[in-house]
């Protein structure tokens, strides 16, 4: 990396994010905090969704800090997202022509949404591994789309042609992990 000289450059602006997810003691939900801050902005989400469906129970946001107090009209803005799941798309309705929301909080929410996703991952994974010793991860991923198949397709590595993907089609399961995916299409089936 080319080191910068700062007689050549002056820095404008630093924008921080942070995104914590958090499994509840019950098992059965994740809370995401999700803040950011620059020079202007502060503001916090904190969302509560079920797992494993990723339904949102609960979303509330903090303005701490904004360019103007007509901002914090927009605090409100992700609320139509309650009782929604966590999924590809889920904030093209808000707006709907009409700029009642934030991009900023719009932006955060993204990543609360992203980061709850690979947490989700993260605690599957977790689980996979202690019911069935030794699987790899061609098996964990073959399971995991069952439950998530919008994650076909939605980056490289998941393309239906890649490596990864062949040999995740390919794969044999652990014995008795079929059961799962009867599980799987039920809830597939109730979002």
């Not at 800090?65 to 999924?87: F, H, Q, T, Y």
């Not at 900023?104 to 977790?126: P, R, S, V, W």
Request: hydrophobic share 35%; glycine share 4%; charged share 25%.
């Amino acid at each position: 990396m080319e080191k910068i000289d700062s007689n050549q450059e002056k820095l404008l602006c630093t924008r921080k994010k942070s995104v914590d997810v958090f499994l509840l003691s019950s098992g059965r939900q994740f809370r995401a905090i999700a803040e950011m801050a620059d020079g202007v902005h502060h503001m916090r989400i904190n969302l509560l969704v079920n797992q494993p469906s990723l339904k949102i129970k609960e979303i509330s946001c903090e303005m701490l800090s904004v360019p103007d107090s007509e901002c914090r009209e927009a605090k409100n803005c992700l609320e139509p997202l309650l009782g929604k799941k966590v999924a590809p798309g889920l904030t093209r309705e808000l707006n709907n022509g009409t700029p009642t929301g934030c991009t900023h909080m719009i932006n955060l929410f993204h990543e609360a949404c992203y980061n709850l996703t690979l947490a989700q991952g993260i605690h599957g994974k977790t689980d996979l591994e202690k019911s069935f010793p030794g699987i790899t991860e061609e098996q964990i991923y073959k399971i995991f789309l069952w439950f998530r198949p919008e994650l076909k397709n939605s980056c490289v590595r998941y393309v239906d042609a890649s490596p990864f993907m062949e040999k995740v089609e390919n794969t044999q399961l652990p014995e008795s992990a079929e059961k799962l995916k009867a599980i799987a299409m039920a809830q597939v089936q109730q979002l």
